[in-house]
C-alpha cells in the first residue's frame, strides 16, 4: 500500500517554534526557530532543510485516472457552514465538527492536502490522545456507531504515526450528514500531543484515501444531500482581519466575501487539489533602479510543467529551491539561513499593499509590494507584507527576522498553502468530470 505522508501536519508541527534562544544548534534535533504561544512543545524541533526533505515524501508521484464519475451532481439539497478557527496567527486552522448520536464535538483540521478523516478514541492512552488539549470519542456512548474493524494508518511526513481501528460513523458539518468510515485512533504518536486539534477532516480526492475504496466524505455527501458539488474555504488572516470570521462552507459558495467573479483553475490530476501553475511574478525591487517606473515592472517567470497543490493543511508557500531563491532576490534583505530557511526584515509587514482597495479587477495590483502565482492564465497575489510569516526570536535584535511565508526545498509539486490561500475565496468543486478550483482576492 502507498504510503500517504501528510504535509499539513508535518508543517504545523514544524513551525511550533522553540523560544529558547539556544536553539540556534546546527544539530538536527535540536535547531528550531521562534515562539508560538499556544502550541509548546520542546520535543519536538528540527531544522529546515531536514524537515523539507520529509516534506518532499508526502508527494510520491501519484499516478491517478480522471474519472471514476458516479457522483450525482444534486441541485437542490442542503449546505453546511463551519467557523474556522485560526491557530496562532495563521499557524493552522480548525473547525467543530459533530460526531455519532448523540453528538460529540470534535476539532478537526479541514485538510485539502489529504482525504482520510480521523480523530482520537477513548481506547487510545498514547500521551498524545490523553493530552489535556483532546477530547477523545466515546464510541460506546455513540447509537449510531458501527465497528468497521480493519486496522488503519496513517504516517506524516514528521515521522508520526496515527494507527486505529476503521468505524462507521454520522459525521455532521454545519448541517451536512453524512455516513462515513473515518479513522478511529487508539495510537497517537507524541507529536500530535500539543496541537489544538483532535485530528483531521480530509477534504482530498478518494485517491489519497490510506485504505484503498473507501469513499471520502465529499463522494458521499455529494450524493447525499449536497446543494452543489464543492467545499467553499474562507481562511481567516491576522494581518486582513484580525483572524476572524473564517468559514468552511460544504455546498455553497459565500458571494460577501469577494468582489470579482471567481476565476477558475482545472484540476490537472485527481488526489490532492493539483493544478497547472503558468508562472510567478515577483517585484523588482525599487532600489535596484532608478531609470523609472517603467525599469520597476514585475518580472514574470514562465514556468514549464509546473503543478502545484492548493493545499489548506500546509501554513506556507513551499516552492523549488530556485524559484524560492528568485522571490527572495526580488526582497531585499532577505537571507536563506541553513537551518531556518528563507528570512525576510520583518519590517516587510509595515508595506502596504496598495490592492487593498476594492478595485474590480485584481490585475490593477500595484504588483511592486506583491508576488504573484499565474494560474489558467490569471495572477493572484500575495502581498509582501504576508511573506513576513513570524518573528525568529534569538537572532538578531527581537523582531528584526521574520521566517518567510514562501519556503524551497520542494522540487515536485509545489505546495501553494494558506500563505496563498488566506489571501482568496477558494471553492474547490468536485464535479467528476471537471474538478476545479474557483479562486478570487478577499475583500478586506
Ligand atoms: C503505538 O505505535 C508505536 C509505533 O508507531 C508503538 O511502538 C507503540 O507500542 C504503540 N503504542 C501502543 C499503546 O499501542
Ligand atoms: C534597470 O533599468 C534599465 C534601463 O531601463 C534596464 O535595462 C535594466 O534591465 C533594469 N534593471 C533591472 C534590474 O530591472
Known amino acids: 500500500m502507498k504510503q500517504i505522508l501528510l504535509l499539513s501536519l508535518a508543517l504545523a508541527t514544524f513551525l511550533t517554534l522553540s523560544t529558547d534562544a539556544s536553539s540556534f544548534s546546527t544539530d ?4 528550531a526557530v521562534a ?5 509548546v512543545n520542546p520535543h ?3 531544522n529546515t532543510p531536514a524537515h523539507i526533505q520529509k516534506l518532499n515524501k508526502r508527494y510520491p508521484d501519484i499516478k491517478i485516472q480522471a474519472g471514476g464519475g458516479d457522483n450525482g451532481i444534486v441541485s437542490s439539497g442542503i449546505t453546511g457552514r463551519v467557523a474556522i478557527a485560526n491557530v496562532n496567527s495563521d499557524l493552522e486552522y480548525y473547525g467543530t465538527v459533530k460526531v455519532g448520536t448523540p453528538a460529540q464535538l470534535l476539532r478537526l483540521n479541514f485538510d485539502t492536502g489529504s482525504s482520510d478523516i480521523w480523530f482520537p478514541s477513548t481506547a487510545c492512552s498514547t500521551p498524545a490522545c490523553k493530552s489535556k488539549h483532546h477530547t477523545r470519542f466515546n464510541p460506546s456512548s455513540s447509537s449510531t456507531y458501527k465497528k468497521d474493524g480493519r486496522p488503519w494508518k496513517v504516517e506524516y511526513g514528521d515521522g508520526s504515526v496515527v494507527s486505529g481501528q476503521l468505524a462507521s460513523e454520522i459525521i455532521n458539518v454545519g448541517g451536512v450528514q453524512v455516513r462515513q468510515t473515518v479513522g478511529l485512533a487508539t495510537n497517537v504518536s507524541s507529536q500530535f500531543k500539543n496541537s489544538p486539534e483532535d485530528g483531521i477532516f480530509g477534504l482530498g480526492f478518494s485517491a489519497l484515501m490510506s485504505v484503498k475504496g473507501i469513499n471520502t466524505f465529499m463522494d ?3 450524493k447525499g444531500t449536497l446543494k452543489q458539488p464543492l467545499v467553499s474555504v474562507f481562511l481567516p488572516s491576522s494581518r486582513r482581519n484580525g483572524g476572524q470570521g473564517g468559514h468552511v462552507l460544504f455546498g455553497g459558495i459565500d458571494h460577501s466575501r469577494f468582489n470579482d467573479k471567481l476565476h477558475y ?3 490537472t490530476q485527481k488526489g490532492y487539489w493539483q493544478v497547472k501553475l503558468d508562472a510567478f511574478k515577483v517585484p523588482v525591487p525599487s532600489s535596484s533602479n532608478s531609470t523609472g517606473n517603467d525599469a520597476r515592472k514585475p518580472i514574470e517567470i514562465s514556468l514549464q510543467n509546473q503543478d502545484a497543490i492548493i493545499d489548506t493543511g500546509t501554513t506556507l508557500i513551499v516552492l523549488s529551491t530556485t524559484a524560492a531563491k528568485k522571490i527572495h532576490s526580488s526582497i531585499p534583505g532577505s537571507t536563506l539561513h541553513p537551518e531556518l530557511g ?3 526584515p520583518c519590517t516587510l509587514r509595515n508595506r502596504r499593499h496598495p490592492s487593498s482597495s476594492s478595485s474590480s479587477s485584481s490585475s490593477s495590483i500595484n504588483n ?3 508576488i504573484a502565482f499565474k ?4 495572477c493572484f497575489h500575495v502581498p509582501l507584507a504576508d511573506l513576513a510569516f513570524e518573528a525568529v526570536e534569538g537572532l538578531g535584535e527581537k523582531g528584526e527576522w521574520c521566517l518567510s511565508g514562501v519556503q524551497g526545498g520542494q522540487e515536485g509539486l509545489w505546495i501553494l498553502g494558506d500563505v496563498f490561500i488566506k489571501n482568496h475565496y477558494a471553492v474547490f468543486e468536485y464535479s467528476p468530470e471537471n474538478p476545479r478550483v474557483g479562486l478570487s482576492p478577499l475583500k478586506n
Open 28 to 31: 538536527t534535533d535540536q535547531g
Open 35 to 39: 515562539a508560538v504561544p499556544l502550541i
Open 368 to 370: 511592486k509590494e506583491a
Open 220 to 222: 458521499n455527501a455529494i
Open 44 to 46: 519536538y524541533k528540527r
Open 265 to 267: 483553475v482545472p484540476v
Open 375 to 378: 494560474l489558467n492564465g490569471k
Open 342 to 344: 528563507w528570512l525576510v
